[in-house]
């Protein structure tokens, strides 16, 4: 009984790790499966220009995937900062539990390159005057906005007038200065906790982690006031940061995310809202929006565009 | 600049910490600041016997209240294996990220204490019929019920007929074998990520953790399926399990938790909803279930009743 419980939760809390060579017999029933089978239609390549390479103390690597469809300004600060090495000899210098992994410049003292653009609050969300969004819509009810959905691989938020990036676990933004200031870039948090949307539109949001979480999510908590390292040699030295599209090509990462507006992720945002797996006796009839990431996955060589 | 940034970052991510000793002269504008200047009168002692208190490898301490109001039958099995010292010598086991830690025993042999409770998915949920709650409602839209509040220290989702407890960070819940299993309460989890609300209603929550959660959220994710831990020396021994009732006084902790029916939590969760201190420029104007947690603190000695 206690052997049939743990491999019985081992079933019903994930999905199930189908990998389909041939077009399945049966529909998916889990997320995951949905995934594993999605052809290779569904999956459109990241470019490398949007990827960050983050290597920090033991050679760990973490993998920031930018937005520069939503934040621009700030996208092409950070772009800046990695093709100047500026993280370099940087640190994770605070872990806040149930809150967010922040990293930068501890010394508080390093120069910036020229160059950076300026930002304002104005970035934090896209007007949507005189632009038509491609969005694929959660249409299940959210705390914070009127209306949410997907738009060109990421979830957004909507009111009337903008949509914006919401603070998701594993999401990334920026450091900022009291408002009007809205951060240059330099200054980095990612979430690890129950997504803190609050911040939405106070904050730019930038980019999400796809490789790598794991490594930050399971720091050890800093012991100083709201999670900042103490004494200082507790911070994690950051050792590089670079775009994959500046690293040589054997040592480049590919990724690939979900077209969300595929069939696959159809069904895969149906199944998150309604589990139909034998384990569940009740599916929720509904998803939040940061219980549906879209789906991302690495792949060893870039398919041809 | 830098330094301002990190600096006005700080005060801007977190509450004031703002202890008062009198009476403030203007009202607090952050969620902290109202339970930092919340009267004596607004804190409710959790009752000894419903604290589990788990020690760990190095002697870190978890302490999980549980919630026998809302999973009478599972709390009191976990009362008898406690009692039983059932958990000493088990292990945590799983760590999967944006997901649970899950603790037991990892041998799957153990036996089990005789005269547990039996249990069954009705378990799940408190039926409304006949019952009149005290609800603080939460009047914010919610993905996964109709209605949201608090109901007696606890955050609760309801439908016209039930109410039950969402999976938020740091909750607990049972592992089971599938339907109608529905555990014993021996097989226990906690959530290190995203409220993952499609369990609520498909397992028991009994509880949540309210001190040590940084101890188990920051721990190594496992490398084997779904977080188990590979090769088996990974796991991190339990020492021990008590209720804080079966503890010498000199090692028994105490803590309060926030009346949800005071003016202060009214107060804390306005200001959830609405952060006004100066670094926001837009209030939310909502705020998640799980994103509002109920203020638990730990108390040197335990308040005359």
């Given at each position: 009984m206690i052997h049939r419980i743990r491999i019985l939760l081992l079933a019903a809390l994930t999905a199930t790790p189908?990998?389909?060579?041939?077009?399945?017999?049966?529909?998916?029933?889990?997320?995951?499966?949905?995934v594993a089978q999605a052809p290779a239609a569904a999956w459109q390549a990241i470019p490398a220009e949007e990827l960050l390479v983050m290597t920090i103390e033991g050679g760990k690597r973490v993998v920031i995937q930018l937005a520069p469809g939503f934040s621009p300004r700030h996208v092409a600060n950070i772009q800046a900062l990695a093709r100047a090495h500026w993280w370099d000899g940087t640190s994770i210098n605070r872990v806040q539990d149930n809150y967010v992994v922040q990293w930068g410049d501890a010394t508080e003292k390093k120069p910036m390159p020229p160059g950076l653009s300026a930002t304002s609050p104005g970035d934090y969300a896209i007007p949507l005057a005189n632009r038509r969004l491609a969005v694929t819509p959660l249409p299940y009810a959210d705390a914070y906005a009127p209306s949410t959905g997907f738009v060109a691989g990421w979830p957004v938020a909507m009111d009337g007038t903008a949509a914006w990036l919401p603070h998701c676990y594993g999401y990334v933004g920026v450091g900022r200065n009291m408002s009007p200031d809205a951060g240059t870039g330099a200054e980095l948090y990612t979430v690890i906790g129950q997504a803190p949307r609050q911040l939405d539109r106070n904050i730019a949001v930038v980019g999400r982690v796809i490789d790598g979480m794991a490594t930050l999510s399971s720091l050890p908590r800093g012991s100083g006031e709201i999670g900042f390292?103490?004494?200082?040699?507790?911070?994690?030295?950051?050792?590089?940061?670079?775009?994959?599209?500046?690293?040589?090509?054997?040592?480049?990462?590919?990724?690939?995310?979900?077209?969300?507006a595929s069939q696959s992720f159809a069904a895969y945002l149906r199944l998150r809202a309604n589990r139909?797996?034998?384990?569940?006796?009740?599916?929720?009839?509904?998803?939040?929006?940061?219980?549906?990431?879209?789906?991302v996955r690495e792949v060893p060589v870039r398919p041809a565009p």
């Amino acid at each position: 009984m206690i052997h049939r419980i743990r491999i019985l939760l081992l079933a019903a809390l994930t999905a199930t790790p189908a990998i389909a060579a041939d077009p399945p017999a049966t529909p998916a029933v889990t997320p995951s499966a949905v995934v594993a089978q999605a052809p290779a239609a569904a999956w459109q390549a990241i470019p490398a220009e949007e990827l960050l390479v983050m290597t920090i103390e033991g050679g760990k690597r973490v993998v920031i995937q930018l937005a520069p469809g939503f934040s621009p300004r700030h996208v092409a600060n950070i772009q800046a900062l990695a093709r100047a090495h500026w993280w370099d000899g940087t640190s994770i210098n605070r872990v806040q539990d149930n809150y967010v992994v922040q990293w930068g410049d501890a010394t508080e003292k390093k120069p910036m390159p020229p160059g950076l653009s300026a930002t304002s609050p104005g970035d934090y969300a896209i007007p949507l005057a005189n632009r038509r969004l491609a969005v694929t819509p959660l249409p299940y009810a959210d705390a914070y906005a009127p209306s949410t959905g997907f738009v060109a691989g990421w979830p957004v938020a909507m009111d009337g007038t903008a949509a914006w990036l919401p603070h998701c676990y594993g999401y990334v933004g920026v450091g900022r200065n009291m408002s009007p200031d809205a951060g240059t870039g330099a200054e980095l948090y990612t979430v690890i906790g129950q997504a803190p949307r609050q911040l939405d539109r106070n904050i730019a949001v930038v980019g999400r982690v796809i490789d790598g979480m794991a490594t930050l999510s399971s720091l050890p908590r800093g012991s100083g006031e709201i999670g900042f390292y103490t004494p200082a040699e507790h911070q994690v030295p950051i050792l590089s940061v670079r775009l994959a599209s500046d690293l040589p090509e054997t040592e480049r990462p590919h990724f690939q995310m979900m077209d969300v507006a595929s069939q696959s992720f159809a069904a895969y945002l149906r199944l998150r809202a309604n589990r139909k797996d034998d384990f569940y006796d009740r599916p929720a009839g509904g998803v939040d929006l940061c219980n549906a990431p879209v789906p991302v996955r690495e792949v060893p060589v870039r398919p041809a565009p």
